[in-house]
């Protein structure tokens, strides 16, 4: 299969572009398109054997939810039941946005590969001209994990979702670097408070402003996963990765360690490390493209600098599971 990348101008007519994309998810293939957050690979979440493309495109296990985007509110909820006061409030507080909402789907409406089972689905209205003008041309929900393969970091552009999608299929939306650079929020709304399932660029603070008292995911092993990003490793580059204290005595030691024993080592930091082989910034709307960086040298190993206190939760969350929660000692 040829994969072919076209670019989307919001300044432009796209039409064409925009056409094509529709027939080939209308006739059950997948297209990567860009949301605000991270590339996505969507197909027609109400055919199953289409959201097995995606699987198999991904090489995801399939015991792992997708989140559905829509157009608007108005379109998500023609999709769910039972909706709480408090999900109305955050759909009208942060839609169109990077935030998921987790609620009762509609018996029979995903196919089951969707959900994986459960009677709960994962839903968004995406804040990007390219996937808003797709949405609402297609006029039906498209199921869209991170268009990269599984386990790896999730891709920022076009050219990162070229290099894991190529030969996979069949069309690329080119709306050039995604704003947010991680994955939404994951909100439960089934719960009492709403749990945080996956941290994102909307916080718990800002969630707590509008509905009032949010809890934080134990995410307790053998629970059963609602949202992605729960169960398995995710977001790893090639070269195993170590999260270290930001401390420059303790990392210039590390590196002079790593030297010693005659290996190459990559540092992602908020400052250059002229010591280091490779050094890439950390920060949350990079730290996808810093990760595919050091893919593409030699590094045997890679270091990410981090104050825990201080750090980003959604930024933490995604170096832990990309480290393996491991720290350089």
């Not at 196919?111 to 995406?126: D, E, F, K």
């Not at 629970?223 to 090639?238: D, E, I, L, R």
Request: charged share 25%.
């Amino acid at each position: 299969m040829e994969t072919k990348t076209i670019l989307v101008d919001e300044h432009v007519n796209n039409d064409e572009s925009y056409a094509q994309a529709v027939d080939y998810i209308r006739g059950g293939e997948v297209v990567a398109f860009p949301t605000e957050t991270v590339y996505g690979l969507g197909a027609d979440a109400m055919n199953a054997t289409a959201v097995d493309k995606i699987f198999e495109a991904k090489g995801r296990p399939t015991d792992n939810p997708l989140i559905v985007h829509v157009d608007s509110k108005e379109t998500a909820l023609e999709y769910v039941e039972d909706v709480p006061e408090k999900a109305l409030q955050c759909m009208d507080a942060f839609w169109p946005g990077a935030l998921t909402l987790i609620m009762q789907a509609k018996p029979d409406t995903f196919a089951s590969n969707v959900t994986a089972g459960l009677p709960t689905v994962g839903i968004r209205v995406p804040n990007h001209p390219a996937a808003l003008n797709l949405l609402k041309r297609l006029k039906q929900p498209v199921a869209a994990p991170s268009a990269n393969t599984s386990g790896k970091p999730s891709p920022t552009l076009a050219e990162h979702v070229y290099f894991d999608m190529n030969g996979k299929i069949p069309l690329i939306l080119d709306g050039g670097p995604t704003q947010v650079g991680i994955e939404s929020t994951v909100l439960d709304m089934t719960s009492a408070p709403p749990v945080i399932l996956r941290p994102g660029q909307v916080t718990k603070e800002q969630l707590e402003e509008v509905i009032g008292t949010v809890r934080l995911s134990s995410e307790t092993k053998g629970n059963t996963p609602k949202s992605p990003g729960m169960k398995y490793a995710h977001y790893a580059p090639q070269a195993p990765l170590y999260l270290i204290e930001h401390n420059s005595k303790l990392i210039e030691k590390a590196i002079d360690h790593i030297h010693g024993k005659k290996k190459k080592i990559a540092v992602l930091s908020r400052e250059d490390f002229e010591t280091a082989d490779y050094c890439f910034p950390l920060a949350v709307d990079k730290l996808y493209d810093s990760l595919r960086r050091c893919d593409q040298t030699d590094a045997d190993l890679i270091l990410a600098c981090v104050l825990p206190e201080n750090e980003d939760a959604a930024l933490m969350n995604r170096l832990e599971k990309a480290a393996d929660h491991k720290w350089f000692s």
